[in-house]
């Protein structure tokens, strides 16, 4: 396929004609970008299409209109999109690695996540960064070829870091992998390919990062005003709030309750991309990069918000951990949640036969180590709604987890 008719590239995007390619080579496509292929792939892989009923913060039974990690991986990769291409970028990259970031969530959001963390402990652990890295590696079967969705290296480094370096230069576990060590999967695949663990990734996988960021600042505010946990005058104790509040009130006096929740949503994504743009504009810019491979040598991401708008962010989160994350009925939900993980957990580690044949087929005598990460798998990839049907074959009942 030829460079024709794609729009301008800053120097320091991600070149997708000059990808490090694939674990199992391939034909390129005619009329599709090495990272285009990588974005449809995802769209079209199982994973994907089961985000659509795994909870973001409230469980689907609370109602349609709440995020599920369906919607919210949407609401990401626009928001990606948008900033890469404000920056210069290679959106399609960007929207590739939004698209795959939350593909290894578990059921029921984080609850289901920190109970496999607790109950993996001892079996190489479990991060949601490194489950969606199996997913894409090696638990969806689509091709006949090969395990996985045999994406690009850029993608799956920007998967892997595009939170940050998980080591430094000394190959030493970094902060928050110091405790557990880096995941099992991660170190497997950089044995195979190395995803270079000490750098930063590129500029696209920063702008997915941190529109994953606002895309959570935006639609926790719509779904917790909406859902009656706090009210819009609630949010005046965040100055970046009250700011765009008043600016609305001013604007449209006495406007109607729902109105307003969707105006200052707006306001909320707007003015967090446009700092980025700006904020991260002038840090490619300072920096003097000129190359992919520069950007990832930087010791520090280049793609991020300001000092203002890191504040607003922090504040943001402030407000929403009591008010939202740690609702006495958001609460109540998780703790039946994580008792169904849980159980499922238990029950299946115990007598992994129970799982469906094609999971069942691969349980292997003496292999706890194995047939634990069998299991686990199994739950990660599992629905909300299917884990709670999965429970009450087991179990005789399930919550009702509303």
Not at 32 to 52: V, W
Not at 97 to 126: I, Q, R
Not at 224 to 247: K, N, Q, S, W
Not at 356 to 362: G, I, R
């Amino acid at each position: 396929m030829e460079k024709t008719g794609m729009p301008h590239r800053a120097p320091y995007a991600a070149d997708a004609w000059a990808s490090r390619g694939r674990i199992y080579p391939e034909n390129g496509s005619p009329t599709r970008s090495e990272f285009q292929r990588d974005r449809d792939r995802i769209i079209h892989s199982t994973a994907f299409r089961r985000l659509a009923h795994k909870t973001q913060v409230f469980v689907p039974h609370e109602g349609d209109h709440y995020r599920t990690r369906l919607t919210h991986t949407i609401e990401v990769a626009q928001i990606a999109r948008a900033l890469s291409r404000g920056l210069g970028l290679d959106d399609d990259l960007a929207e590739a690695l939004a698209l795959a970031h939350d593909l290894g969530h578990t059921p029921f959001g984080h609850t289901g996540e920190d109970v496999l963390v607790e109950e993996m402990e001892n079996w190489g652990g479990f991060d949601h960064n490194a489950q969606a890295l199996r997913i894409v590696t090696h638990l969806e079967r689509r091709y006949a070829d090969y395990d996985g969705l045999n994406l690009t290296w850029e993608t799956l480094e920007g998967l892997v870091k595009h939170n940050g370096p998980l080591e430094d230069a000394a190959g030493k576990p970094l902060e928050r992998y110091k405790k557990r060590g880096i995941p099992l999967a991660v170190c497997q695949q950089d044995a195979i390919q190395s995803l270079e663990l000490a750098s930063f990734a590129s500029a696209e996988a920063q702008s997915a990062a941190v529109a994953d960021d606002i895309a959570y600042n935006a639609h926790d505010i719509d779904d917790g005003l909406r859902a009656g946990l706090f009210d819009v005058d609630d949010l005046r104790v965040v100055p970046f709030l009250d700011e765009l509040i008043g600016d609305i009130e001013k604007r449209h006096p006495n406007l109607e309750r729902s109105r307003t929740i969707h105006e200052l949503g707006r306001r909320v994504i707007t003015r967090f991309v446009e700092d980025v743009i700006t904020e991260g504009g002038k840090r490619l810019k300072d920096s003097g990069v000129q190359s992919c491979s520069e950007v990832r040598a930087q010791s520090r991401a280049l793609v991020t918000f300001s000092d203002t708008m890191t504040e607003a962010d922090r504040s943001i989160k402030a407000f929403l951990y009591p008010h939202m994350y740690r609702h006495a009925d958001v609460m109540r939900v998780r703790v039946e949640a994580a008792g169904v993980v849980k159980n499922l957990f238990t029950c299946l580690i115990n007598d992994p036969y129970i799982m469906p044949s094609e999971w069942a087929e691969a349980v292997k005598s003496g292999d706890e180590s194995g047939n634990a990460r069998l299991v686990c798998d199994y739950i990660a990839g599992m629905t909300d709604r299917y884990a709670l049907s999965v429970h009450k074959r087991l179990f005789g009942s399930a919550p009702a987890l509303r």
